[in-house]
């Protein structure tokens, strides 16, 4: 059974950085489909951020250009660097896994039912 964990989030001023973690256990990172997701209250949770067990990396065009997400297969850790931060940007976030190819699959990897595993989720604030 695949155990995620976030790191803590905080509160950033808009145009700064934050990155934050996910803690992965009962699984390799090498071998699952990770992403990482965001909700605000009363909106469906949307995806942000995919890669697959082979690093190829995929962005809503809402993050495109200012988030990074990337992998630490040794330490079976999962990171996304959020750059340019906007208000908007303010949500729950989420570390997500599946077993599966759903972050390969177009019309999937941003659905959340599509996934598996999920972590309790650490707040994104960003301020004006």
């Known amino acids: 059974l695949v155990q995620l964990v976030e790191s803590e989030g905080g509160s950033v001023q808009a145009g700064g950085s934050l990155k934050i973690s996910c803690a992965i256990s009962?699984?390799?990172?090498?071998?699952?489909?990770l992403g990482w997701f965001r909700q605000v209250p009363g909106a469906e949770r949307e995806g942000v951020a995919a890669i697959t067990k082979e690093g190829f990396t995929y962005y809503h065009e809402s993050v495109e250009g200012r988030f990074t997400i990337s992998k630490d297969n040794a330490n079976n850790t999962l990171y996304l660097l959020m750059n340019s931060l906007r208000p908007d940007d303010t949500a729950m976030y989420y570390c997500?896994?599946?077993?599966?190819?759903?972050?390969?699959?177009?019309?999937?990897?941003?659905?959340?039912?599509?996934?598996?595993?999920w972590g309790p989720g650490t707040q994104v604030t960003v301020s004006s």
């Open positions: 009962g699984y390799s990172a090498q071998n699952l489909c």
């Open positions: 997500a896994a599946d077993y599966g190819v759903v972050c390969r699959q177009l019309l999937f990897r941003f659905k959340a039912r599509s996934w598996e595993f």
